[in-house]
C-alpha cells in the first residue's frame, strides 16, 4: 500500500490541494500499477512562520500561484473558439503556438485558422466525449475527442463526424494544437 506524504505551505486553496492529491494517485498508479483505492495521499500544512527556504520565510503568493487546470485551459479556448471569441481564445496562446488541421498545414495565428476554413464549412462544433492529460515534464499532452457537426458551405448539416485534437500546455498557456478528424470522409 504506497503512501506519499507532502509538506505545504499553509494557504493552498482546497481544490488545488484536491487537484494535487489526484495527480499524486494518478502518477503512483501509472508508476507502480497499484490500485487507486490502496493509495494514499496526506498533505501536511506548515504554517508560513514555520518554514524557510535560502534563509528566507516564504508563503504561498504569486510564486506559488496554481497552474491552471491543463483540461479547463483546453476547454475555455474550445469554447472561446465555438463562440468565435478571438480575442478570448488568444489569451490562452503561447507566443509561439502553433496548430495543424487535416490538410491546413501548420498555423500560428486563430485569423490564419478561420480564413483557412472559412470555404470548408460555415460552422463547425464539437461534443466532446472525453479528456486523457499527462504529464511530459517540460509540458503537459491534453488529449480530447469526441464528434463535430456543423454545416457543410451550402447550407447542408453533417453530425457525427469523429475527432481528436491533441493540445500541448506549456507554462500554464497552449503552446500547440493537432487536429485529426474524419470531415473529408463526412463530405463525400
Same mark, same amino acid.
Given at each position: ?21 489526484? +495527480? ?5 498508479? %501509472?508508476?507502480?500499477?497499484?490500485? @487507486?483505492? =490502496? ?8 504554517? @508560513? ?21 491543463? /483540461?479547463? !485551459?483546453?476547454?475555455?479556448? !474550445?469554447? =472561446?473558439?465555438?463562440?468565435?471569441? !478571438?480575442? +478570448? ?10 496548430? %495543424?488541421? @487535416?490538410?491546413? #498545414? @501548420?498555423?500560428?495565428?486563430? %485569423? %490564419? ?8 464549412? +460555415?460552422?463547425?462544433?464539437?461534443? !466532446? ?17 469526441? /464528434? ?19 493540445? /500541448?500546455?506549456?507554462? #500554464? ?9 474524419? &470531415?473529408? &470522409?463526412?463530405?463525400?
Amino acid at each position: 500500500m504506497p503512501v506519499v506524504q507532502v509538506s505545504l505551505i499553509s494557504g493552498y486553496s482546497s481544490e488545488l490541494k484536491q487537484r494535487l492529491c489526484s +495527480r499524486l494517485t494518478g502518477a503512483v498508479r %501509472e508508476t507502480i500499477a497499484a490500485d @487507486p483505492e =490502496a493509495i494514499t495521499v496526506f498533505l501536511h500544512e506548515v504554517a @508560513p512562520d514555520g518554514y524557510q527556504r535560502g534563509g528566507r520565510p516564504r508563503s504561498p503568493g504569486a510564486e506559488a500561484a496554481p497552474a491552471p487546470d491543463p /483540461e479547463e !485551459l483546453v476547454r475555455t479556448f !474550445l469554447e =472561446a473558439m465555438e463562440a468565435r471569441d !478571438l480575442p +478570448r481564445a488568444a489569451t490562452l496562446l503561447a507566443d509561439d503556438f502553433t496548430m %495543424e488541421f @487535416p490538410g491546413s #498545414g @501548420p498555423l500560428t495565428r486563430l %485569423e %490564419e485558422l478561420v480564413a483557412w476554413a472559412s470555404g470548408r464549412y +460555415r460552422f463547425v462544433k464539437k461534443r !466532446l466525449a472525453a479528456f486523457d492529460t499527462c504529464d511530459k515534464g517540460d509540458h503537459v499532452v491534453v488529449v480530447c475527442h469526441g /464528434e463535430l457537426y456543423g454545416k457543410w458551405p451550402d447550407g447542408s448539416t453533417f453530425d457525427g463526424v469523429r475527432f481528436i485534437d491533441r493540445f /500541448e500546455v506549456r507554462d #500554464g498557456r497552449l503552446a500547440r494544437q493537432c487536429v485529426w478528424n474524419d &470531415l473529408a &470522409l463526412a463530405r463525400g
